[in-house]
C-alpha cells in the first residue's frame, strides 16, 4: 500500500491506474468497521481503491473538538492495508489549505439545515474538502456511509450542480449488536454513557420525530434536533449530546422495519 503525503504524489502515483476504475473512501481515520464496509464495496467494485485520511480542520468550529479528534495514524495505515487499500492520500493541513487559500463550495439549503444550523460552516468545510479531493483523485466512484445521511445529500447536490463526473454510493449504517451507529466519537462515551446513548437508536425506531423526542426527553439527553429530513430516501434524523460527545444518526422512512 502506497502512502502519499502530496497532491503531486498522489497524482502521479494514480496515473498507471487510471485505464480502470478508481474508488475513493473519504475519511477522517479512526478507522473502525463501518469505514471498512465502504472499503469492501470499493474493493470489489474497483480495481484500485484510495482511502483518503485527513482531520479536515475546515469541518470543525469548535477547536476542542478539532485537537480531540482521535488520531492514531500507524494503526489506520495498518488497518486500510488490511483491508486491501491500495493507496492512501494523508496529506497535512498545510497541503490543502496552503497560505491565501480561499476558495469556498456552499450548498446553500441542503447545507444549511439540521447539522448546518447546529454547525454553521460544517458543511462548507465538508464540500470543499471533497471537492478537492475529488480533484486530486478523479475517482470513478466514491463512497460515504448512510449513518451521515446530510453529508450524503449535501455531495449528491454538489456533485449534480457542478455536473462532476463521479458516482456517489451509500452504504448503510454499519452498527453495533445494542444497536448503537458506529462513530469515531463513541470511544469518548463513558460506559453509562453508552447505556443513556442507546436511547438514540431507540427513539428512531419509533420512526415518528415526536415520539423519538418523547423518549429521548424520558431520558434526559439533550437533544439538537429529531426531525424528519427530506433527503432521498427521507429519514428521521436526530443529533444528541451525551455528556460532551455528540452522537449523530437515522433512519430510512422507506424501509419495512
Ligand atoms: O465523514 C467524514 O469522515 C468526513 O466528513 C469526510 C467526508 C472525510 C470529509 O472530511
Known sequence: MRVCRT???????????RDGTIGLVPTMGALHAGHLSLIDAARSE????????????????????????PRDEPRDLAVAADAGVDLVFAPDASEMYPPG??????VTDLGAMLEGEHRP????GVATVCLKLFNIVDPDVVYFGQKDAQQVAVLRQLIADLALELELRALPTVRDP????????????????????????RSLATRDPER??????????????????????PVLAAAVRVGSTRLIDNVSLEEDS
Do not use: K
Open 178 to 201: 445494542d444497536g448503537l451507529a458506529l462513530s469515531s466519537r463513541n470511544v469518548r462515551l463513558s460506559a453509562p454513557g453508552r447505556e443513556l446513548a442507546l436511547a438514540l437508536p
Open 121 to 124: 460552516d460544517h458543511f462548507r
Open 212 to 233: 423519538a423526542r418523547a423518549l429521548l426527553d424520558g431520558v434526559g439527553i439533550d437533544v439538537d434536533y429529531v426531525e424528519i429530513a427530506p433527503f432521498d430516501p
Open 7 to 17: 497532491i503531486t504524489e498522489a497524482r502521479t502515483a494514480l496515473e498507471p491506474h
Open 101 to 106: 487559500f480561499q476558495t469556498w463550495v456552499e
Open 46 to 69: 474497483c480495481s484500485t481503491v484510495v482511502m483518503s485520511l485527513f482531520v479536515n480542520p475546515a469541518q470543525f468550529r469548535n477547536p476542542g473538538d478539532l485537537n480531540g479528534y
